[in-house]
């Protein structure tokens, strides 16, 4: 009789594959999330460090979050709107381009629910937030220069303003608050990998129980 190709051994070595195989699995996710967790970590970091500097008054040198107060002149024509869901509404935001002596440069200068140009005040100084220009998404719509209405994307406004930077100002946002539950999930993770581990290990020490009984069994038919 071999005891290796028994039912009872085939189940239980299947079932020790799937644990092992559930347990590396959890275990990887697990890891995977400490790696973003480190990245959120840093990343959190690096925005509130840059936000936390003194307002710079010109783009040399500056990176994403810092706050800026450029002197310069509002390019007023053309004014271009953009669709955006702003705090669950619909509307778009009112962005000019400013130029300071070396930059032109656009900014984010307010949002409004009518998409119509209205008369607003406008600042001396444009002051906000650097942001990086977004890229063009899939399926976005194409922009309507007769009707003023255009998509904020980096290529399209590089092209159309001459820009200097890669960035925008916004004015009217705060740097966003990102949520940070990576260590939640990596512990979810990591508890689930051990789970496994240990229906891995309770298989390996059932096994051998198993083999210890049909081997006792075996040797008392053998003195029948």
Same mark, same amino acid.
């Given at each position: 009789?071999?005891l *290796?190709?028994?039912?009872?051994?085939?189940?239980i070595f299947e079932?020790?594959?799937?644990a092992l195989l559930?347990?590396?699995?959890?275990?990887? $996710?697990?890891?995977?999330q400490?790696?973003?967790?480190d990245?959120?970590?840093k990343?959190? #970091?690096?925005?509130?460090?840059n936000y *936390?500097?003194?307002p710079?008054? %010109?783009l040399?040198n500056?990176h994403?979050?810092n +706050?800026?107060?450029?002197e310069?002149?509002?390019?007023l024509?053309?004014?271009f709107?953009?669709?955006?869901?702003?705090k669950?509404?619909?509307?778009?935001?009112?962005? $000019?381009p400013?130029?300071?002596?070396? %930059?032109?440069i656009l900014? /984010? =200068? +307010?949002?409004? @629910?009518?998409c119509?140009?209205?008369?607003?005040?406008?600042p001396?100084?444009?002051q906000?937030?650097?942001?990086?220009l977004?890229t @063009?998404?899939?399926?976005?719509?194409?922009n309507s220069?007769? /009707?003023?209405?255009?998509?904020l *994307? #980096?290529?399209?406004m +590089? *092209?159309k303003f001459n820009?200097?930077s890669?960035f925008y100002?916004d004015?009217i946002? #705060?740097?966003? #608050?990102l949520?940070?539950?990576? =260590?939640?999930?990596?512990l979810?993770?990591?508890?689930?990998? $051990?789970f496994?581990?240990?229906?891995?290990?309770?298989l390996i =020490?059932h096994? +051998?129980?198993?083999?210890?009984?049909?081997s006792?069994?075996i040797?008392?038919k053998d003195h029948?």
């Open positions: 009789m071999d *290796n190709h028994s039912p009872a051994q085939n189940g079932m020790r594959i799937i559930f347990a590396l699995i959890t275990g990887f $996710l697990s890891q995977w400490f790696q973003r967790l990245w959120k970590v990343l959190i #970091e690096y925005m509130h460090n *936390n500097t003194p710079l008054k %010109d040399k500056a994403e979050f +706050r800026v107060a450029l310069g002149k509002w390019l024509n053309p004014v709107l953009e669709y955006k869901i702003y669950g509404s619909i509307g778009c935001h009112l962005i $000019l400013f130029k300071t002596n070396n %930059d032109i900014v /984010n =200068l +307010r949002w409004q @629910k009518s119509k140009k209205i008369q607003i005040p406008i001396e100084k444009a906000g937030i650097l942001k990086k977004p @063009k998404p899939e399926g976005t719509l194409p220069p007769p /009707n003023e209405y255009y998509y *994307n #980096e290529i399209d +590089r *092209n820009l200097s890669h100002i004015t946002n #705060e740097i966003p #608050e949520p940070n539950n990576h =260590l939640i999930y990596a979810t993770w990591l508890l689930l990998s $051990l496994f581990i240990c229906i891995f290990m309770f =020490l096994q +051998r129980h198993l083999s210890k009984d049909l006792h069994d040797h008392l029948k």
